[in-house]
């Protein structure tokens, strides 16, 4: 019923920028609160994003320090993470998930229902 296909990772250097892509089909057309999770080789899967369901209220860690911005078209179903400034530690495997509350209720995984498989993301020094 839910399906989340993430795109856009990519080879690139320190201090380039990239932007990711999750595009959400649901069932029943509604729209959902969708997160961005990166999980590094041998790291736990970490929050790094997320979304309001009308995209007027998004969610960072504070480590990004505003290095990256989460935004979407409802019109197309997608949400995209701008990430800029690109370090080699942000290397890793990023998942889009979708919750499915209807409010945010915090960046643990446990809080997001449904998963794409990832797209990488490798970071050059």
């Known amino acids: 019923q839910v399906q989340l296909v993430e795109s856009g990772g990519d080879l690139v250097q320190a201090g380039d920028s990239l932007t990711l892509s999750c595009a959400a089909s649901?069932?029943?057309?509604?729209?959902?609160?969708i997160g961005w999770f990166r999980q590094a080789s041998g790291k736990a899967r970490e929050f790094v994003a997320a979304i309001s369901r009308s995209g007027d209220e998004t969610y960072y860690p504070d480590f990004l320090k505003g290095r990256f911005t989460i935004s979407r078209d409802n019109a197309k179903s997608t949400v995209y993470l701008q990430m800029s400034s690109l370090k080699p530690d942000d290397t890793a495997v990023y998942y889009c998930?979708?919750?499915?509350?209807?409010?945010?209720?915090?960046?643990?995984?446990?809080?997001?229902?449904?998963w794409g498989q990832g797209t990488r993301v490798t970071v050059s020094s």
């Open positions: 998930a979708l919750s499915g509350s209807p409010y945010f209720t915090g960046p643990a995984p446990a809080s997001f229902d449904s």
């Open positions: 649901v069932r029943n057309g509604g729209t959902y609160i």
